[in-house]
Structures are given as structure tokens and as C-alpha cells.
């Protein structure tokens, strides 16, 4: 049949099962616009307040989904717009699709009105950028970027088509989604080494990444780690990929992990990697790091190993794939003595806050038995991202979204509006401080505007937290542009926005406010103002070794 450009993309859509885009309209892609317009019935448009609150729906749409997430945005500023969206995926393995429009094809490259080379300036934050120029090439190269999309280690990926091949016609063949071939990379010998790795190790540790989420391998990783009998810790981007109920449980590794999960490792004798990178927030000193361990890292993507730490075996595959051919291989394991020693290092070295009075862990607490822990969370980034990970115990994948790799301030409140689109039947809330929500709060008007039932928790303790705490440990208390006390009032705001809000100053007053927030089924926000000198502990220093992990108690020792 015979279509236009425009055409093209909206059926391209709904072949790849496309029910959701969120975006921003402009002159450039009027004509994909006014497509969309005509078939509102098939694919629901979000109208986001900012493009970059259009990507980082999309994000977390797709992170709460598993599904592609897909963003629209016109030329020049509009492109722009979304390049911290695109990013933000691109560092954390988000499957996303972001669509843009350009000047037409005789005016590219002329400094044109709203002309940006969006494929030039996103190629270092995409798996893949198109600029389509030729309407007939226009439908493979939409099917092309969903599979690069998802395919593999999966990420973002652009596709900037020029306004007159949207408004050009050609000839249009429908078409299935092209079948996802996982390429597993190893060998019957990687597999025999990994087993006997396995079988002789005394005091195995296992390191949770996000790939393990990705892959949808969380029931393999349970089955791994009870077969091998042993303690499991996770990083921020692996939560809910393990049950943080566990016995086998020790939480989060790395800067601001347990002193359990990072003791732990810096004793164990093997250190199994699932779907992990390695990262510095990980590794503190990567000289140090485990350096009593082999290390046996199992990843899809094969650049991933030996890039940030040696490793001493290795398995380039699917986790699920790999996992399900080691379990079934396996014979149980036996490591009574090991698992004692963790549980005497859990029962010591337990999570601990101020409890006498109103603070962001005990908000935190409040949210999850109120939420029975079946709520989606997504967070900005700061001391209450960490807190986040820390006292919300997350049973489930896909429950817990949050800028790892890129660490974006504002990205929260927009996952957590992509994220209830994508999954209505879950409580979202958004944790952020308050310096990361006057970043994109602009997007509570989203909310409002489709009555997304979303919570904005805020975490008001008037300074750039997490800065504010570096501030006091490492520079001498010189508060250099961290202290936020001035004249915005957020519940006024928030109204302003069309939202209810809520402002908490008591430990009391925070189970009725999440209760209330639930139960009205519309967009809410809750203010809580906490005190400006809180920090997160336990904590390690940049580029110290995790072995080094300090909490308060240790702090007031050494002063």
C-alpha cells in the first residue's frame, strides 16, 4: 500500500507492539504528529512538560515493562532535550527508541532554523543513531532500531528522519517483529571451568548486576544461590532481581553498601559476577577488590570482561541461559560454616539510623510496610537514592528504578510516571530531595494533566544532601553552593501543578500521609522535611577499598 513517511512510522509502532509513546510536538515532526492524532485510539500519546521528561518516561516505561520505550521530539532544541534521557538508558542498559525529526533533506547541513546533527551528538550515548533521508529505507530502519533496542545487551538507539521524507510517499509491506536471536559466546569448556570453579571453592560470594533483571533471570539466581549456598549482594541497579528477604541476602556492595556485603567479599574465596560491571561505586579500590577471590564474571556482553577487574574465568552468554545450564549440572553445595560466619556479620553490623526522630529511612520503612513491598520506587539521585536502596526491601524485578551509570538528578519523577502508564496495577512512587526535584518538577503538570495516579515523596532537608555530606567529611565543612534554604514552598507548588500535597514534619504524621496518598488515587505529593545533617553510612571513600566500609558509630571513634 501506498504511505506517507508518517504513516510509515505509526504503522511501524504498532507492529513492534507499541502502545505508549511520550514526547513533545514542534515544527519538524508536525506531520508524524498529526498521524498520531488520527490513530490517538491505537497508541496512548503522553505530553510530557520538558522532552527530557519525555525520555526519562520512556526509561522508565521500559524499565518497569521489559518493554521498548519510545520518545518523540522535534528538531534543534527538542533533540536536544533528550540527549540526558538517552544517556541515562545508554548507562544502564534501558531498551529505548527515540525518535526525532529534522529539517528537510535540502536545507541539512545549512545551519538550517532548529538544525542540530542529533545522530552526530548522540553517537557516544547509543547503540545505534539513523538519520533517514530516503523514505523508501524509512520502515527497515524503524524495525532495525527496535531490534538494536532490545537485542543483546540492550540500550538506546535514534532514529532523526527529515520532515519531507515524513511527508514523502512509498510503497509500505507490514511486517512481524524480527525474531530476538540470543548469540551466547561460550563454550562447553567455559561451563566445565566455571563448575569446577564452583565445586572447590570454600567461601563463594555472588555479586548481582542488573543484567540479572535484564535477562528476567531472577528465578535462576535464586536456584543458583540456595544450590551453592551462597550469600548474594546486589547493586543498586540489581534490586528486587533477589529477594532482599533472604537468609541468603547481605545488601547492596560498593560505596554506600552493607558491611556485610563488602566485608564479605573482601573474604570470600570465589566472587561469582551475574550480569555485573564492575563499576567504581563497586570496586572502591579495584588493586583491593577481593583480592582473596577468583572471580568468575558471566555477562552478555563480552567488552564487559576484563574491562574494570581481572578475572580469573569467564562466561559470555545470557545469564538466564547460563545459569539454567549451571544449575542443572550442579550438585548441591555445602558451605554451613561460611553462611554462619555472614549471619554473625549481618546480626553485627545491622543497618542502623536516628530513630528518634523524623528522618529519610524511617520514611522509607514507613512506605515499605505500607506498601506491603510491592510497590514500584523510583528515585533521583543523592542521599535519599541511597537510602532508598538501603531500607525499602525489594522482593521483585523491575520495582526499582533509579540512574546508576549516568546519576541523573530529575530523573525520577518522569520514570515514575512512565513506569504507572506502563504498570497500572502497582502503587509508583518517586523519593527525591529536594534539590533533584526542582530539576524536572515541572513535570507534575504531566501527572495532573492524565490524572496518573503517581506519589512524589520529597525529601526536604534544604541543601544538596549527598554533596553537603562529602562537604563535611572531605572539605572541611565548607558548604560551597549546597545549601538550598530560600523562598520555594513545594506544597504551594505542587498545588499550583494540579496536584494534591502534603507537607510532614513528624514521625506520625507519615503512615497517614502515604495511606492517604494510596487511597485518593490521583497524582500526590509528600513533603518531609528532615534535618540538613543527616548522612548515609555505611559509606566508603572514593577510591579506598571497600574493606575500608565506616558508618557513624566508626566516625565518632576516630574523632
Not at 34 to 58: F, M, P, R, W
Not at 297 to 316: L, P, Q, W, Y
Not at 496 to 515: H, M, N, Q
Request: net charge negative; glycine share 8%; aromatic share 6%.
Amino acid at each position: 500500500m501506498l504511505l506517507t513517511g508518517s504513516q510509515i512510522v505509526v504503522e511501524c509502532l504498532k507492529e513492534q507492539g507499541v502502545d505508549t509513546v511520550f514526547g513533545y510536538p514542534g515544527g519538524s515532526i508536525l506531520n508524524i504528529y498529526d498521524e498520531l492524532y488520527k490513530h490517538s485510539n491505537e497508541i496512548n500519546h503522553i505530553l510530557t512538560s520538558h522532552e527530557q521528561g519525555a525520555s526519562h518516561a520512556a526509561d522508565g516505561y521500559a524499565r518497569a515493562t521489559g518493554k521498548v520505550g519510545v520518545c518523540l521530539a522535534t528538531s534543534g532544541p527538542g533533540a536536544t532535550n533528550l540527549v540526558t534521557g538517552i544517556a541515562t538508558a545508554y548507562m544502564d542498559s534501558v531498551p529505548l527508541v527515540a525518535i526525532t525529526a529534522n529539517v528537510t533533506l535540502p536545507w541539512l547541513g545549512k545551519d538550517s532554523f532548529q538544525e542540530v546533527d542529533i545522530a552526530g551528538v548522540t553517537m557516544p550515548i547509543t547503540k545505534h543513531g539513523f538519520i533517514v533521508k530516503d523514505v523508501t529505507k524509512l520502515a527497515d530502519t524503524i524495525r532495525k532500531a527496535f531490534q538494536i533496542a532490545k537485542s543483546g545487551r540492550p540500550g538506546p538507539v535514534l532514529v532523526d528522519i527529515t520532515k519531507d521524507v515524513t511527508a514523502n510517499k512509498c510503497e509500505y509491506t507490514p511486517a512481524k517483529p524480527a525474531e530476538i536471536v540470543l548469540r551466547n559466546q561460550y563454550t562447553e569448556n567455559d561451563i566445565d571451568v566455571a563448575l569446577e570453579m564452583i565445586r572447590k571453592a570454600k567461601k563463594p560470594f555472588i555479586y548481582l548486576g542488573g543484567g540479572a533483571i535484564i535477562s528476567g533471570a531472577s528465578e535462576e539466581v535464586k536456584e543458583f544461590a540456595y544450590k551453592i549456598e551462597a550469600p548474594v549482594c546486589d547493586t543498586l541497579m540489581a534490586k528486587g532481581a533477589f529477594d532482599g528477604k533472604s537468609d541468603l541476602y547481605t545488601g547492596m556492595i560498593g560505596m554506600h553498601g552493607t558491611k556485610t556485603s563488602n566485608l564479605g567479599v573482601s573474604q570470600c574465596d570465589l566472587l561469582i559476577a551475574l550480569g555485573a560491571r564492575f563499576s567504581d561505586r563497586v570496586l572502591g579500590n579495584p588493586k583491593t577488590f577481593a583480592k582473596k577471590a577468583k572471580i568468575l564474571h558471566i555477562d552478555i556482553d563480552a567488552a564487559e570482561i576484563n574491562k574494570n577487574i581481572k578475572t580469573d574465568a569467564s562466561i559470555v552468554g545470557d545469564l538466564k541461559t547460563v545459569l539454567k545450564e549451571l544449575n542443572a549440572k550442579l550438585e548441591q553445595q555445602h558451605h554451613e560454616e561460611w553462611l554462619a560466619s555472614i549471619r554473625e556479620m549481618k546480626e553485627k553490623y545491622p543497618l542502623k539510623y536516628d530513630t528518634s526522630k523524623l528522618t529519610c529511612p524511617y520514611v522509607i520503612e514507613e512506605l515499605d510496610r505500607v506498601t506491603k513491598g510491592k510497590a514500584i520506587i523510583s528515585t533521583d539521585v543523592g542521599q535519599h537514592q541511597m537510602w532508598a536502596a538501603q531500607f525499602y526491601q525489594y522482593t521483585e524485578p523491575r520495582t526499582f528504578l533509579s540512574s546508576g551509570g549516568l546519576g541523573t538528578m530529575g530523573y525520577g519523577l518522569g520514570a515514575c510516571i512512565g513506569a504507572k502508564v506502563g504498570r497500572p496495577d502497582k502503587i509508583c512512587v518517586n523519593i527525591a530531595g529536594d534539590g533533584c526535584f526542582r530539576m524536572n518538577m515541572n513535570e507534575l503538570a504531566t501527572a495532573s494533566r492524565y490524572n496518573i495516579p503517581i506519589i512524589q515523596i520529597v525529601i526536604n532537608n534544604h541543601v544538596l544532601g549527598m554533596v553537603r555530606q562529602w562537604q563535611t567529611l572531605f572539605y572541611e565543612k565548607r558548604y560551597s553552593q549546597t545549601v538550598l534554604e530560600d523562598q520555594v514552598d513545594f506544597v504551594k507548588v505542587s498545588e499550583g501543578l494540579g496536584c494534591t500535597a502534603i507537607r510532614v514534619t513528624k514521625k506520625e504524621e507519615v503512615a497517614p500521609a502515604i495511606e492517604k496518598a494510596i487511597a485518593l488515587q490521583k497524582p500526590v505529593v509528600i513533603e518531609c522535611i528532615i534535618e540538613e545533617d543527616d548522612k548515609v553510612f555505611p559509606m566508603v571513600p572514593a577510591g579506598a577499598p571497600i574493606s575500608d566500609v565506616f558508618d557513624a558509630e566508626d566516625l565518632e571513634k576516630r574523632n
